[in-house]
């Protein structure tokens, strides 16, 4: 159980143009998701908060126009990479936090989707 | 503001040696400590969860500790595989913040 999934698991695209990621709970219903996204060698770092039927929390330095998030459904976020650059290239990784979690502070992670921007 | 720092970054051990892997934080006054494993290129699996009033978890191979005095945790394998092999991020936090280590780097050479 608790099953996260991402699609695309890897994505190439042209400097300028737009993409899609998107993050679904499998098997619960999560009323937050969080968006992460870790260069090499590098830490996972919280890009935005992600919250049902409500706008996204991002966290400092991050442009909220660049990355579109949209949480429609209790299984569903989208991180849409606006006019993305090469130095949006990164490993974006989501988590989903269970509606019904009883004593279990625990998110659960998707598999990641890599992002390459030439 | 809340920093994690994990020591060695690599390391490399033989088949069948007991290992400790160590996380710092700054912050004592913490929620949760979490264990992570990752492969390369993928996501995170959770290994273990120290809830801030425990002091310990075990699961199989694994036991994590942690220590708010110190602010210290260590992630103790026994017996290390080759599948053990991975990168191992710890992270602190609630369910809404984690803030994460760089993690270590585990190669186990069989």
């Known amino acids: 159980g608790a099953v996260v999934s991402q699609h695309p698991s890897w994505v190439i695209c042209k400097s300028g143009t737009s993409v899609k990621i998107e993050c679904r709970s499998l098997d619960f219903q999560a009323t937050t998701m969080f968006w992460y996204r870790q260069f090499p060698k590098q830490s996972l770092m919280l890009m935005a908060t992600s919250n049902e039927g409500s706008k996204a929390t991002y966290e400092q330095g991050v442009e909220k126009d660049k990355f579109l998030i949209n949480h429609a459904s209790l299984t569903l976020s989208t991180l849409t990479v606006t006019s993305a650059h090469p130095e949006d290239s990164s490993f974006y990784i989501c988590?989903?936090?269970?509606?019904?979690?009883?004593?279990?502070?625990?998110?659960?992670f998707g598999p990641g989707t890599r992002l390459t921007v030439l | 503001k809340q920093e994690v720092t994990q020591i060695p970054a690599a390391l490399s051990v033989p088949e069948g040696e007991n290992l400790v892997l160590n996380c710092s934080f700054t912050?004592?006054?913490?929620?949760?400590l979490q264990w992570f494993r990752q492969d390369p290129g993928k996501g995170l699996t959770s290994l273990l969860l120290i809830q801030s009033s425990q002091r310990e978890q075990t699961s199989g191979r694994l036991n994590a500790s942690l220590d708010k005095s110190s602010g210290r945790s260590t992630l103790y394998i026994a017996a290390s595989q080759p599948g053990d092999s991975a990168t191992y991020l710890c992270a602190m936090g609630g369910s809404y913040q984690l803030t994460f280590g760089k993690g270590t780097k585990l190669s186990v050479i069989p």
């Open positions: 912050d004592s006054a913490i929620y949760n």
């Open positions: 988590s989903a936090l269970p509606r019904d979690r009883g004593f279990t502070d625990t998110q659960y």
